[in-house]
């Protein structure tokens, strides 16, 4: 049974960038529900959380259930809330936003679940990369922070994809406008994996630059040529250049150094500005050949070029490129820690508005406990005190999600025997001081 104090005051202060989104009841139960997410080790699912708060027998479990059917709020709010208090702690002034966009698949069973199909499912085993469940195309923003090496993916944005309805480029498009109007001082660097190139990319807003990986199939042309001031309709594109392989072939190629994936890598560049009428039509593009030691005779990709990027950006230098792009793996890190360590996913709702909130809940839940650490959460002694307990991390010096998580957990725990009453706290006065405490937050 959890004592007087529910919430740990930095716990609580983070969560209040998101009192505007709710009511003074709604809000009392999504934090409280978000906090149970958090502090549960168990079964993740509607009940399990109330069981992480330890309010099981102060509420019905039906209050938990009215927040993903019935109550009304929008999860698009919260995540710009939070994601408003990313930006402004975590990014410098000013500094464009990076923003990772992808999908994934979270299992379901039974006939009744909406949106639940079988689906393509990149992280299943066996040689059937299939699954049944909700598809979940997800935006996040890409930052660094300085205890770590790697960038984090903070998912703030996600929409449920159903077979034969909007597509998913289309979604990953209305997200990133989304975060454009909410940030109009910003510049948005959108970044996905070669699933989210396409003609549904064509106009978009100067304030947004769009970087993929280019199809082998892909067919380039030269620019148009300028006007002639004759009769007729003026050309649309140049010569074919071919396919990024033909473009192999044509290109000069330099040596220089790239901060890819935790490590300095020594990779052969060749960039070039051309049309890909197939998918931006007359939009100019820069496309950027990448070439390293896992490329040439021998390999499998002995094709004349190991990766082709594709991007929008037509000034940042092809370094930063592709930099930008492997910082894209960031948003399957955030998938795979929301899974294994969070337990998203794993709630049972069938209806279509709980299953359109429950997994944006648990989402949103992922940067929360990332963005506390950042913020309140880490000490520089954190990794040693991880390798004192487990020596056999000899190498760990950096803290995982996992950590973070652990210390959030931990957190909360030392905060319910830190309260100000010395004995156990029934029930009753459990319900008054969060009553207390969400009708002080209107």
């Known amino acids: 049974m959890l004592p007087v104090g529910t919430i740990p005051p930095s716990l609580s202060a983070l969560l209040a960038v998101c009192r505007s989104c709710f009511t003074a009841p709604t809000f009392r139960t999504f934090c409280v529900l978000l906090t149970g997410l958090i502090a549960q080790t168990r079964r993740r699912t509607v009940c399990g959380m109330l069981l992480g708060t330890g309010l099981e027998r102060v509420w019905h479990h039906a209050r938990c259930h009215r927040l993903f059917s019935t109550t009304r709020w929008s999860a698009d709010e919260v995540g710009l809330a939070l994601a408003g208090l990313v930006v402004a702690r975590l990014l410098p002034d000013g500094a464009p936003l990076q923003v990772a966009v992808d999908d994934t698949l979270f299992k379901r069973s039974g006939k009744k679940v909406f949106g639940?199909?079988?689906?393509?499912?990149?992280?299943?085993?066996?040689?059937?990369?299939?699954?049944?469940?909700?598809?979940?195309?997800?935006?996040?923003?890409?930052?660094?922070?300085?205890?770590?090496?790697?960038?984090?993916?903070?998912?703030?944005?996600?929409?449920?994809?159903?077979?034969?309805?909007?597509?998913?480029?289309?979604?990953?498009?209305?997200?990133?406008?989304?975060?454009?109007?909410?940030?109009?001082?910003?510049?948005?660097?959108?970044?996905?994996?070669?699933?989210?190139?396409?003609?549904?990319?064509?106009?978009?807003?100067?304030?947004?630059?769009?970087?993929?990986?280019?199809?082998?199939?892909?067919?380039?042309?030269?620019?148009?040529?300028?006007?002639?001031?004759?009769?007729?309709?003026?050309?649309?594109?140049?010569?074919?250049?071919?396919?990024?392989?033909?473009?192999?072939?044509?290109?000069?190629?330099?040596?220089?150094?790239?901060?890819?994936?935790?490590?300095?890598?020594?990779?052969?560049?060749?960039?070039?500005?051309?049309?890909?009428?197939g998918s931006f039509h007359t939009q100019p593009v820069r496309v950027v050949l990448v070439w390293d030691s896992n490329c040439g005779p021998g390999t499998s990709r002995d094709r004349g070029y190991g990766a082709a990027l594709v991007t929008t950006d037509l000034t940042t230098p092809a370094e930063q490129i592709v930099e930008r792009y492997a910082s894209r793996w960031a948003i399957e890190t955030a998938f795979f820690d929301a899974r294994q360590t969070l337990g998203?996913?794993?709630?049972?709702?069938?209806?279509?508005?709980?299953?359109?909130?429950?997994?944006?809940?648990?989402?949103?839940?992922?940067?929360?406990?990332?963005?506390?650490?950042?913020?309140?959460?880490?000490?520089?002694?954190?990794?040693?005190?991880?390798?004192?307990?487990?020596?056999?991390?000899?190498?760990?010096?950096?803290?995982?999600?996992?950590?973070?998580?652990?210390?959030?957990?931990?957190?909360?725990?030392?905060?319910?025997?830190?309260?100000?009453?010395?004995?156990?706290?029934?029930?009753?006065?459990?319900?008054?001081?969060?009553?207390?405490?969400?009708?002080?937050?209107?």
């Open 116 to 277: 639940a199909a079988w689906q393509h499912d990149g992280a299943a085993r066996g040689p059937r990369p299939a699954g049944f469940g909700n598809c979940w195309v997800i935006a996040g923003i890409v930052v660094t922070v300085p205890f770590l090496t790697r960038p984090v993916c903070l998912p703030v944005l996600a929409r449920l994809w159903r077979p034969r309805h909007t597509g998913k480029i289309a979604l990953a498009r209305e997200m990133t406008e989304l975060l454009a109007a909410h940030f109009p001082d910003r510049t948005l660097h959108t970044v996905g994996d070669a699933a989210y190139a396409g003609e549904h990319l064509r106009g978009l807003l100067p304030q947004i630059t769009w970087t993929s990986r280019l199809k082998v199939t892909s067919v380039l042309h030269e620019l148009p040529p300028p006007r002639t001031g004759k009769k007729g309709r003026p050309r649309t594109r140049g010569p074919r250049l071919g396919t990024p392989t033909d473009l192999s072939q044509l290109l000069d190629w330099h040596r220089t150094k790239v901060r890819r994936y935790g490590r300095v890598d020594t990779v052969f560049l060749a960039e070039r500005t051309c049309l890909w009428y």
């Open 344 to 442: 998203v996913g794993e709630a049972r709702n069938r209806t279509r508005r709980a299953v359109e909130r429950t997994v944006p809940f648990g989402l949103l839940a992922c940067t929360v406990v990332t963005t506390w650490y950042a913020l309140a959460g880490h000490q520089p002694a954190d990794a040693d005190e991880h390798r004192a307990r487990a020596r056999w991390y000899t190498t760990k010096t950096q803290p995982s999600f996992e950590d973070m998580t652990a210390k959030l957990r931990r957190t909360i725990i030392a905060h319910r025997f830190r309260g100000p009453h010395p004995h156990q706290a029934r029930p009753e006065e459990i319900e008054a001081v969060l009553t207390a405490w969400a009708t002080a937050g209107t």
